[in-house]
């Protein structure tokens, strides 16, 4: 059974930086995407980043990019997948998401596209607030 457990968040004011965290485990196959995806109240969901085990690229949503990285790290099976955010503005403030898709082979570019559905496993989230 995939789990998602997220760490992270919080309150911080326009332009400082929050850390979030995902520990991942339990998938059956070796190929996976893995991501944040982020809602804010009456918006849809939108993927921000994701980074796909096939090739280990990481991509981002232009509304993010330059402004947060996606880092990942494997121990004894379990994968930890982090988001910096910097430069953080009122805009980012949304419930964010630890998202995975497995089986997922290839460029995870497209989830961060129009395919932000084909997520099918999900965090809790975990609230990002920031005051302007």
């Known amino acids: 059974e995939v789990q998602l457990v997220e760490s992270g968040g919080g309150l911080v004011q326009a332009g400082g930086s929050l850390r979030l965290s995902c520990a991942a485990s339990g998938f059956t196959f070796a190929e996976y995407a893995i991501g944040w995806v982020r809602q804010a109240p009456g918006e849809e969901r939108e993927a921000v980043s994701c980074i796909g085990t096939s090739d280990g690229i990481t991509y981002y949503a232009d509304s993010v990019k330059d402004r947060f990285t996606l880092s990942s790290s494997s121990d004894n099976g379990k994968n930890t997948v982090h988001l910096q955010m910097d430069s953080l503005n009122p805009e980012d403030t949304a419930v964010y998401y630890c998202?995975?898709?497995?089986?997922?082979?290839?460029?995870?570019?497209?989830?961060?596209?129009?395919?932000?559905?084909?997520?099918?496993?999900w965090g809790q989230g975990t609230q990002v607030t920031v005051s302007s």
């Open positions: 998202a995975a898709v497995s089986p997922w082979f290839g460029s995870c570019k497209p989830l961060v596209g129009d395919r932000v559905r084909s997520f099918g496993f």
